[in-house]
């Protein structure tokens, strides 16, 4: 168990440009969530999957944002004509419904926009 | 909805005890509580469900106040591994959706 896997690490873009954020989940987990985290705040919660169903979407995300989750593995995060209110850390989470709850994030992608 | 946290901030000396406390006006299914150094992921500490069962392990345990809605964080004779962001999560249901805090910051000196 590798833990949850998340790439690129960094990303630098510009303004207008469209970037796409993978996530790989711990293998057995069939939740997953996606949380955007910017400095001195707490993860903001984006989205949440369970297996291949987006089950919740929050209010604050524009039509801008869209992610997916094919065949209830990997999941990716698209954010189209990046704003730079974008910039911030893209935290994915999984977990196994049944279980404690626990969340096991990964390390997060980080987003610049100039 | 965002819970509230407090205090914001909380120096230490090692050996020393904290209490971090958050609260939600909505009626919570269950809180948890993660911690986050810098630069890393948060990771999990506990989690509390309705019932206002206290958990923990070691010297760090928690308590959740159902009535109020209410939960606390305790950390007796801290260590300098204890430093990081703390943050509270609620949950609604049982989806295992967070809403985070904004977190509280613990710093341990020697």
């Known amino acids: 168990d590798t833990g949850v896997s998340q790439n690129p690490r960094h990303k630098i873009t510009k303004r207008g440009q469209n970037v796409t954020f993978r996530c790989d989940p711990i293998?057995?987990?069939?939740?997953l969530y996606w949380y955007r985290q910017t400095l001195g705040q707490g993860p903001e919660f984006l989205t949440y999957f369970q297996n291949e169903a987006q089950l919740e979407k929050s209010r604050l995300l524009s039509d801008r944002f869209s992610a997916e989750r094919p065949k209830g593995s990997f999941s990716t995060l698209e954010i189209q004509r990046t704003e730079q209110g974008d910039s911030a850390m893209y935290l994915c989470?999984?977990?196994?419904?049944?279980?404690?709850?626990?969340?096991?994030f990964g390390e997060g992608s980080r987003l610049t926009v100039l | 909805q965002q819970p509230v946290q407090s205090p914001q901030a909380v120096i230490l000396r090692e050996g020393e005890d904290a209490v971090i406390n958050c609260s939600s006006s909505k009626a919570l299914y269950s809180v948890h509580w993660y911690r986050q150094k810098h630069g890393e992921a948060p990771v999990f500490l506990m989690i509390?469900?309705?019932?206002?069962e206290q958990k923990g392990h070691e010297k760090i345990s928690a308590s959740f106040n159902e009535k109020k809605q209410q939960s606390s964080l305790y950390l007796t004779a801290s260590q300098l591994s204890y430093s990081g962001t703390y943050f509270c999560g609620t949950e609604m249901d049982s989806s295992y959706k967070l809403i985070f805090g904004s977190g509280t910051r613990l710093l341990v000196r020697p």
């Open positions: 509390l469900l309705k019932g206002g």
């Open positions: 989470a999984s977990s196994l419904s049944g279980e404690t709850g626990e969340l096991f």
């Open positions: 293998s057995e987990h069939n939740r």
